[in-house]
């Protein structure tokens, strides 16, 4: 009779535990992630010579890359930035010729220290910030 009543309250004490877990983990708002951030640099690329803006540069940084407009002006994003200080190296590469005179390639750094950050969710995605970054390039000689 013992043992009846021991394997009775052991199923009960089971059940009302399962029950219990069973409901805390339904109100679980638990979210897995990588703390992020965009990181944008924006300029214009100039002559060293003329001060007139240079057309058709390719600008590269960390995967992403873009062409500098009609008015030397660029964009470039990490889209997927860790959200603390960042350094990145910047590629700017005369691609086209003669078309717009030749220039010499240039390899830079960007620094982004205590970046500020907007637009974020409040959760993982802490927004984004960006730099300008203005470049004035030497023509080849």
Same mark, same amino acid.
């Given at each position: #009779? ?5 394997? *009775? ?11 219990? %877990? &069973?409901? @805390? ?35 590269? #940084? ?5 062409? *500098? ?11 997927? %930035? &860790?959200? @603390? ?57």
């Amino acid at each position: #009779m013992k043992i009846k009543l021991l394997k *009775t309250y052991n199923v009960l004490i089971a059940g009302i535990l399962a029950i219990l %877990g &069973f409901a @805390t983990a339904c109100d679980s708002k638990d979210e897995y992630g990588t703390p992020s951030a965009k990181f944008i640099v924006n300029g214009k690329v100039t002559s060293s010579e003329t001060e007139q803006t240079v057309e058709n540069i390719r600008v590269t #940084m960390q995967g992403d890359t873009t062409y *500098t407009n009609a008015d030397g002006e660029y964009q470039v994003v990490d889209k997927w %930035g &860790f959200p @603390t200080d960042q350094t990145y190296s910047i590629e700017f590469r005369d691609i086209d010729g003669e078309v717009n005179g030749e220039f010499n390639d240039l390899d830079t750094i960007v620094e982004f220290k205590d970046p500020k950050f907007s637009d974020g969710d409040g959760n993982w995605y802490s927004g984004e910030t960006s730099k300008e970054f203005d470049v004035k390039l030497t023509p080849k000689k």
